[in-house]
């Protein structure tokens, strides 16, 4: 009896399995950006047991001698859909695969493109975030994310971008830039200078709220930087391409703004964080996706980062 109900429970648990992998692979398309650049539009959930982590918009970019993969995706099963997606495209062989920064939804599907002669690329700082979150991220992402990641998927960089870098995939230039701390310590954005496309991954979020990891004083300064830049569209880390991305990068900017002048206040006023967290920016709550869940999450992060300044 007792092997009967091991047989059914994992029958059960293979038969949700297939489920959730048909879920992912019915979901998972990409779109031409412009020709040889491609992308898969994340959706705005949070990573749970039904996504898996694959929440992010990842894509590639296609060159006469070279592809390079930008992002590789929330898990390994996301990471190997993008492969056959590649390869459904193109013969040319996969040489890089950029990561644009730390956080899982971009960077966990490496594992399935770790092979001879592709090269890994990331900011100067990925290494060392890898490392130090690796532990956190791997279970994390078994007790949370539903899907066995080890130690194995955290592909450090074989290419580590200081300043920038500029990647010529035959007939196709990758100009990448390592910015200074914002999203996260170590955010790299990638221009295809042919389509005059920019990829800033989460350096932009447009409809869902965006997360503050590295410094909201250094996110300000790298926004006022790439609203200078002349390019033709920009693909942010969530949400959709934009050709009219100034705005989207304004109204990021206003949100970081109000979030840096508000908690900066009430830190002068000697309130504690319990009450910013209550009271700072809830006029923005309701034009942003998944604002509950993150608005909190960044003011604490911000007012850890100005309580101490002079
Ligand atoms: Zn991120």
């Not at 060159?63 to 930008?70: F, I």
């Not at 200078?228 to 391409?241: A, D, F, I, T």
Request: proline residues 3%; neutral net charge.
């Amino acid at each position: 009896m007792k092997s009967f109900w091991v047989v059914s429970l994992s029958l059960w648990v293979g038969f949700f399995t297939v489920q959730c992998q048909a879920k992912i692979k019915e979901a998972f398309t990409v779109q031409k950006v412009a020709p040889g650049l491609y992308f898969h539009l994340g959706n705005h959930e949070l990573p749970n047991r039904t996504n898996h982590g694959a929440i992010a918009n990842i894509g590639f970019v296609v060159g006469k001698q070279c592809v390079a993969v930008l992002d590789s995706g929330g898990n390994r099963e996301q990471g190997r859909l993008l492969k056959e997606a590649i390869e459904k495209i193109t013969d040319v062989p996969i040489c890089y695969v950029i990561n644009s920064h730390v956080h899982p939804d971009h960077i966990f599907g490496n594992r399935s493109f770790k092979e001879n002669g592709v090269q890994f690329i990331g900011h100067k700082n990925l290494a060392r975030a890898l490392q130090a979150r690796a532990i956190f991220y791997t279970q994390r992402a078994v007790e949370q994310l539903g899907i066995n990641l080890t130690l194995q998927d955290i592909v450090l960089p074989d290419i580590a971008v200081t300043d920038s870098l500029t990647l010529d995939l035959g007939g196709r230039i990758l100009a990448i830039t390592a910015h200074g701390s914002a999203h996260t310590d170590n955010d790299l954005s990638v221009l295809d200078e042919n389509s005059q496309t920019l990829w800033l991954s989460d350096l932009l979020f447009v409809e869902h709220l965006p997360v503050v990891d590295g410094s909201l004083k250094g996110w300000l300064k790298e926004l006022k930087g790439l609203s200078r830049l002349q390019v033709k569209r920009v693909v942010p880390g969530h949400g959709p391409v934009l050709v009219n991305w100034r705005a989207a990068l304004q109204r990021q900017e206003s949100y970081l703004s109000l979030l840096l002048r508000e908690v900066r206040a009430m830190i002068k006023e000697g309130k504690f964080i319990e009450q910013a967290i209550a009271e700072v920016g809830q006029n923005a709550a309701g034009q942003w996706a998944l604002f509950d869940v993150f608005h909190k999450k960044n003011i604490t992060f911000v007012f850890a980062e100005l309580e101490w300044e002079d």
